[in-house]
Structure formats: structure tokens, C-alpha cells
């Protein structure tokens, strides 16, 4: 018995709101620490803590999705990879609250964080929704060429 899969894929307005969406976040922070009213060094700490987390972000949602079906990674990787996106986000909120700053600059910069935190968990769900999609249809592909050359009458030469 032949299995079929069925292969969703994305609209291309979902793919432009989460392109969009992941692009307006991080123009947000830069705005935000490019024009905040504060030290060098706080602005530059920040745009590093806003680095860690969106990176991490990427490196968690990774980890989630591969072990999704079944377990790949060892433990300490998961551990390492949790710690690391905590670490990043308390890092990032003691520095981001410390800061000398008024409580609407720090409010738009907890906002456009988190907004960079989410849409880079969305960002990373589409792409590895795509690339998996893209491998699913290629193997499809050619199970049926080879399924049509199977069935083919053998031709002598």
C-alpha cells in the first residue's frame, strides 16, 4: 500500500507577513537603541543582549523543531541551548531595566523586543516548514519516476 502525503505549503501573503513582520521588529530595535536617550555603552549592551535573543531564538526554535518527531539531541545540548535563550533574555531585561531611562523608552524597547523574540520563532517555523516541504515533494518526485520505471515495458535492444 502506497502512502500519500499531502504538502502544504505557505501562501505568499503568509510569507510576506512574516518577512514583513521579522523586518519591522528588527527596525524597530535599531531604531530604538540608535536613538535612545542613554550612554554608549547601554545602547551597545542592549543591541548585543537584542543580538543574544534573537539568535537564540533561532537556535531554540531549531532544536524544538528537530526533536519535534523524536529525540536527536543529547541532553546537555537541550539544556545548553534552554539555558543560552535564558541567559539571553534576563541578561537582556536586567540590562534593558537598569538603564537610566524614561518609562516610555523602556516600554517601546520591551515591546520591540519581544516582537523580535516572536517573529523570529515565526521566521524560523516558515522556513523549516518550506525546506521540509521541499524535501517531502522531492522524495515524492522521485518515488514516482522510479515507480513509472518500474512499469514501464522493457524495450530490447
Known sequence: ????????????????????????????CAIGVW???????????????????LFSA??????????????VDTTPWIMTVWIGFLVAVVLTAWGLFRMKIGTWEKSYMVVSWLFLVSAAFTLAKL????????ILESSSTEKALLFADDQAPAVER
Not at 505549503?9 to 519591522?24: E, G, K, P, Y
Not at 533561532?58 to 529525540?71: G, Q, S, V, W, Y
Request: aromatic share 12%; glycine share 2%; net charge negative.
Open 35 to 53: 536613538s535612545m536617550p542613554s550612554e554608549e555603552l547601554d545602547r551597545a549592551f542592549l543591541a548585543i543582549g537584542l543580538f543574544f535573543c
Open 127 to 134: 522556513v523549516r516548514d518550506k525546506q521540509e516541504a521541499d
Open 1 to 28: 500500500m502506497t502512502q500519500h502525503y499531502l504538502i502544504r505549503r505557505d501562501t505568499s501573503a503568509w510569507n510576506l507577513q512574516v518577512w514583513l513582520s521579522f523586518s519591522i521588529a528588527a527596525l524597530a
Open 58 to 71: 533561532f537556535t531554540l526554535a531549531k532544536m524544538i523543531r528537530d526533536n519535534r518527531d523524536e529525540r
